[in-house]
């Protein structure tokens, strides 16, 4: 029972890195850092260490997952199929426009953590999107 439940945990896995390598999960969803190493399970979102940290803190409280010390389920990987940064930047970005706000700097933490309250707290941009599985 125990070899099954590791087998199904590494193949979860291996999912997760491949939809976390698509070119645009490369980057964290809220700073911009390459290499997100963490998955924002309440939008489907490819965060940093960073930035999971500040998900946490925020309200509401963000649901976030390492993407290599957690298992994920079934419904999970799911879910993750059917979101992912592209997705999310049509929903909780859908009303940004870049044109008329500065560039955001994944070094300002300050800046970042002002960024992610408009964004998740305040849902300044927010913009509903069906959701279309585009990670198949």
Request: proline letters at 3%; aromatic letters at 10%; one cysteine or more.
């Amino acid at each position: 029972m125990a070899a099954a439940k590791r087998k199904q945990d590494e193949k979860y896995l291996k999912i997760i890195r491949e939809m976390a390598s698509l070119t645009h999960n490369r980057q964290c969803f809220d700073c911009g850092q390459r290499g997100p190493t963490y998955v924002n399970m309440t939008i489907g979102s490819y965060v940093c260490t960073a930035c999971s940290g500040v998900l946490r803190g925020i309200n509401p409280p963000q649901r976030v997952k390492s993407i290599s010390m957690t298992s994920f389920s079934a419904d999970d990987i799911e879910f993750l199929k059917c979101h992912g940064n592209e997705y999310c930047r049509k929903v909780w970005l859908g009303l940004y426009d870049a044109r008329m706000a500065p560039e955001l700097n994944s070094k300002d933490e300050h800046k970042v953590k002002d960024f992610m309250a408009q964004k998740y707290e305040k849902k300044r941009w927010y913009k509903l999107f069906e959701c279309i599985s585009h990670n198949r």
